[in-house]
């Protein structure tokens, strides 16, 4: 015990460098010797966090230990108690003591402290920590109390190495504190000066000692200039110390430049200042020095060009407000941006878009929206600033942030050059195609019914021409053989005659009926890509508005087709309509092109083009595959005419080519139109 005692008298020295486990260490092994512990645990208290953390252990993995951690929370724990009250706890066993929480109970028991004693170390006004001892033997109340001092001993001098600890950051933070100040001083472009209660400098930045010290190397004009700026400087602040109390005008003052050794006009800030820490001689003068030399150079000429400037701000008033009224009177939104992409100008309607200070919109979402909106067109006009041309235009996306409609703008942009060809400013014309493209898109939707209609009509006369033209064959044939024989002057001859010049006719009327269903468009060289393109442009509104992404995978190789691009725009529009149909809200389309060879097409060998058009919709249900190409049959109920697929398969079929579907309920559908680059064969018309 007297060892244990001698130890800590030994450590007292460590105590001024801080070295908290050098300290304590020695003293936890002799601590644990002294009672027959096999294992001991110093947990110290955090405050920033209010828990106890394992620091330092005997016959404990240094890691295992710093994994122990007791919140002050805990009040029930017997070392929160025994840190609280300052009175030792007993455990007696860790795994079964409903005093210590689970998570707790299980590092206790991994560091084998299952048994053991828990004491307070006490500092001089509050404890530090705790020290657990862990041994096979219970502790007797001889053994608490014995082991009281000690831990105090070791709680106090815990406490004065972390005081040394904290003084040594202090000091280290004042003297970072300082650094940093001095470094800031010294920024200051300005002189800085401090002076005392006798108007002696006795502090200034590196700016101040170009005017107010001198080296031994200088001039004797220089250690002239500043013996003069001294002096100035000193007179001044004593006339300003007499006039504190008085309320003066903005102090001046005129110094030698050492230098040039022509003269500085400045304007000094200065303000009282008091060093707490020198007690009555403490008091100074902190003073900033403004070089207004060159202010008070351009002041007459200021004062000259402002007769002018009032002349011409008159002219501008009168020019700035006729291009107001033009603004307003243009319903497109304008914007006026300078080379920074500030904005200089804008009319109501881009107000509407962007908002501004005439049409300031009120927050929440659609103030959102306009924030949105500028991001958006100042990085677009940032893009569209690399071209070198001074007119540019391109398309931007952006949202009505009252009613959060899409609209589709073309922005057209034009530089203003100064006389010298310098860009001083850009004007941004923004034009919403999107109601353009809107009505464009329903027309041909218009076109694309009317056709559907016209084709119906005369497709159901071909189908009503094919079914009688059979029986008339037959009784064209039955006719034939009795002219044949029935004699000429037989009174039923002239009867069968008739019969047969009727019947030719109506074999004539027939054909004329099937020759209206066969399409009779022109067809060219078709650049499938393009008619991509153009239909995507109609939808892509309605896409947008349903939240439907469209993903194009285009053959850029793809060769044009013999074919005719209206017909071929329908049929690619009513399918990416039907797949929108299907979708409802979200989804998303594939479009893709490719060149296809397939021996068993109808056309044989020769090459074709192939688009596949792919929804994520709800698919078709196998029951109603069979029927989708028959005229008048629709799933859609009364929103369909049961049209659309039958008129574009027989579009396709006409160009000869294909239309296929394979759907599966739940997941999508695909329709793929196959057609041959060459166009129908020569017997197209004759099918």
Not at 495 to 510: D, G, N, P
Not at 618 to 624: F, N
Request: net charge negative; hydrophobic share 40%; with cysteine.
């Amino acid at each position: 015990m007297s060892d244990l005692l001698e130890l800590l008298e030994q450590r007292t020295s460590a105590r001024e460098s801080g070295e908290i486990p050098a300290a304590l260490g020695p003293m936890l092994e002799e601590l644990s010797r002294a009672f027959a512990c096999d294992r001991a645990l110093i947990a110290l208290y955090h405050p920033d966090r209010q828990l106890l953390s394992g620091s330092l252990g005997r016959n404990i993995p240094r890691d295992y230990a710093e994994a122990l951690e007791i919140p002050l929370s805990d009040a029930t724990d017997p070392s929160v108690t025994a840190f609280r009250s300052g009175v030792p706890q007993r455990v007696e066993d860790a795994a079964t003591d409903p005093r210590i929480r689970q998570h707790i109970r299980e590092v206790l028991v991994e560091l084998a402290l299952e048994r053991f004693l828990v004491a307070p170390l006490l500092g001089a006004s509050e404890a530090v920590g705790v020290v657990l001892l862990s041994r096979a033997a219970p502790f007797s109340e001889s053994d608490v109390d014995a082991l009281m001092p000690l831990t105090n001993r070791a709680g106090a001098e815990l406490a004065r190495a972390r005081d040394v600890e904290r003084l040594r950051d202090t000091s280290e933070s004042t003297a970072i504190q300082q650094g940093w100040l001095w470094l800031m001083i010294n920024s200051v472009a300005d002189p800085v000066l401090v002076s005392d209660e006798q108007n002696e400098i006795i502090l200034q930045n590196r700016r101040a000692e170009l005017l107010f010290r001198v080296n031994p190397e200088d001039s004797p004009g220089r250690k002239h200039a500043v013996t003069m700026n001294n002096f100035l400087f000193t007179a001044a602040l004593s006339t300003w110390n007499l006039q504190r109390g008085e309320r003066s005008p903005t102090r001046e003052l005129t110094l030698v430049d050492p230098t040039e050794g022509s003269e500085l006009s400045f304007e000094v800030i200065a303000q009282p200042a008091t060093n707490y820490r020198l007690g009555a001689g403490g008091r100074g003068m902190v003073a900033v020095l403004k070089n207004v030399t060159d202010l008070r150079n351009v002041t007459e000429e200021l004062s000259r060009n402002v007769l002018r400037l009032q002349s011409a701000d008159q002219e501008i008033r009168t020019e700035r407000d006729r291009l107001d009224l033009i603004l307003r009177s243009v319903p497109n939104p304008i914007i006026v941006i300078d080379n920074d992409n500030q904005i200089i100008t804008t009319n109501e309607a881009a107000q509407r878009v962007f908002g501004g200070e005439k049409r300031p919109l009120a927050e929440g979402r659609a103030a959102e929206t306009a924030l949105r909106n500028n991001a958006k067109f100042t990085s677009f006009l940032a893009q569209l600033r690399l071209d070198p041309a001074t007119r540019k235009a391109g398309e931007l996306a952006l949202i009505d942030p009252t009613t959060s409609e899409a609209l589709e703008m073309v922005v057209t942009a034009t530089e203003i050059q100064d006389q010298l060809g310098a860009v001083v400013a850009v004007v941004a014309v923004l034009q919403d195609v999107g109601r353009l493209r809107e009505l464009e898109r329903r027309r041909l939707e218009q076109a694309l019914f009317e056709s559907e209609k016209l084709a119906a009509t005369g497709r159901l006369a071909a189908s009503i021409a094919h079914e009688i033209n059979n029986p008339l064959e037959a009784i064209q044939n039955s006719l034939y053989l009795l002219v044949n024989k029935v004699p000429n002057d037989d009174p039923n001859y002239k009867f069968l005659e008739i019969a047969m010049k009727e019947t030719q006719r109506m074999s004539r009327i027939l054909r004329q009926m099937l020759g209206f269903y066969r399409p009779a468009a022109s067809m060219g060289p078709t650049d499938v890509n393009a008619l991509i393109d153009e239909a995507e442009a109609l939808v892509v509104k309605r896409l947008r508005d349903r939240k439907i992404g469209l993903r194009k995978s285009l053959d850029g190789a793809l060769p044009p087709i013999q074919a005719s691009a209206d017909q071929l725009k329908q049929v690619i529009l009513n399918l990416l309509l039907n797949a929108a149909e299907a979708m409802g809200e979200g989804g998303t389309i594939d479009l893709e092109t490719r060149v296809y060879r397939d021996a068993r097409a109808p056309f044989l060998r020769a090459e074709a083009v192939q688009i596949l058009i792919r929804d994520t919709g709800a698919g078709i249900d196998e029951e109603h595959m069979p029927h989708i190409f028959e005229p008048f049959f629709s799933t859609k109920g009364e929103r369909g005419t049961g049209l659309g697929l039958w008129v574009s398969s027989g579009i396709v079929q006409a160009h000869g080519g294909t239309l296929q579907v394979r759907s599966r309920p739940g997941i999508g559908t695909t329709f793929s139109i196959t057609l041959p680059i060459a166009g129908p064969p020569s017997d197209a018309d004759g099918r």
